[in-house]
């Protein structure tokens, strides 16, 4: 049986993953929970799954592809109270994990697309870790990529990126999150990951993106953003919070009138995006 | 007696003053120098210092700040074989120690021109840390100003900073190096010293000075530089060297075919500074 409690408190409190690794996460609770659910009847099952589908929406509301995948799922259950219960459960379950595979194959596909871009022998320069970026980068490993990531404070989760690059014998450089626009004339081309991408394509991710991308075309460098669709903020989702995390990350003394601010999403506006990139390829207008 | 060797070993060495500071300390040198040197007649005498000044000079060959003042007082010593060896060493030493008196007295003038600048109550940001900025931030400790600092990796010398302005009661929030294109909305100003300027108004600084000085035009906030005149380069000084400093400063795992990369310093283009500042006031145009 599934515990539903602790499997939303899990998805409420993880910061580990990025969004769409959350969402694959919701619809495998929505799997197990139409399953296990109790429910009499067809009519007060769907009545369970749609109120599930707003509590793990509501859990995660600045994650679009949690509200995307969550929302076609919700949207797709056969609204049909004549069907056995049984057959009804089969059905919502196979539906999640139906949706879970999709949200895989968009990703692998918008990492190829991405790593399509990229000509034999460049130099990619990357900040903050991307799934889909180092999955792209991935695909490039038999291509003479060099990389150039930054260590990504307050995390320092370009220290893992490079840790895997390493094993995968791809060549790096680690540099400061101030050295971006020292090292973008050495590269051919900036490739990021999102968050989410708002409805008219400007990329949430990372704090720092956005300096990214200011130096990428003071330096006539191109700015890929690759994302999968599922990703894009759905018309009607309110403006992303930038969520303040915990300002002890910064390890700054305590001291009277001295605050930290630790936030870690910025918003880089579209204009300054060369080209977006997700699983039906790579548009250069949003 | 003057040990030179030690003294010029401090100076070559030394990785914690500033541009202005090393070249006072290579004034004392030549001012202790003037009076301790071997030397029998007024000729050998100004051999002699001059041949310190091309050493002092060479110790610290990107430093503007070495060769302008060492240079001026070099050009000072007066071309006089004919008077008593000890009122010239007197003279020589004298003229060194007014060089480092005009360059202190330069650099108060440059803070408290910059702190002209900022009207009661603005938000100011700056990067890194200026021995000129700090001053001017101390000018405007009754003016209700706060200010956001990047906590400046690798060294996080921006704590210091926090410190310094926490004993002075001034509000500061500190923030990724990552994060500056966020806060500057909500500034009034960025203000940031230069360890040194080019010929033709270009700003050598702290790496990330760059990315400012691209987010505050970005977001339409003057961008402050302030530096006294001792640290534009003379013509014919060599590009400015970006020096790297020891890799190991990033704290990167040691990992096959991962590098670490460590420039302290970058350049920002004339046309995004809004202003310079130095000991005559404020230009807009260079």
Redesign the interface.
Known sequence: MIDLPTRLAELRDDRTHGASELARMALAIAADWSRDCPADDPAELLNQLRRLAARLTDLRPSMAPVANLIGNWRDSLPDDPDRPLPELRETAARLARLARAESEAAFAKTASDAAALVANGSTILT?SVSSTVREAIHQLRDSSVKVIL?????G?EG?LL??Q??EW???????????????LPRCDLALVGADSITSVGDVVN???T??LA??AR?HNVPFYVCAESFKQRPPGMPDPI?EEMDPAE????D?????????YF?VTPARLVTAWIDESGCRREW
């Open positions: 900040h930054t260590e990504s404070r307050p320092l220290r490079a840790r690059l390493s014998k791809i060549p790096v450089t680690v540099i400061t999150d101030a050295a971006m626009a020292l090292f990372k704090s720092g956005f300096l200011l130096a003071e930038l910064l390890g700054v003394p001291l009277p009138g001295v605050e930290a601010s630790n936030i910025d």
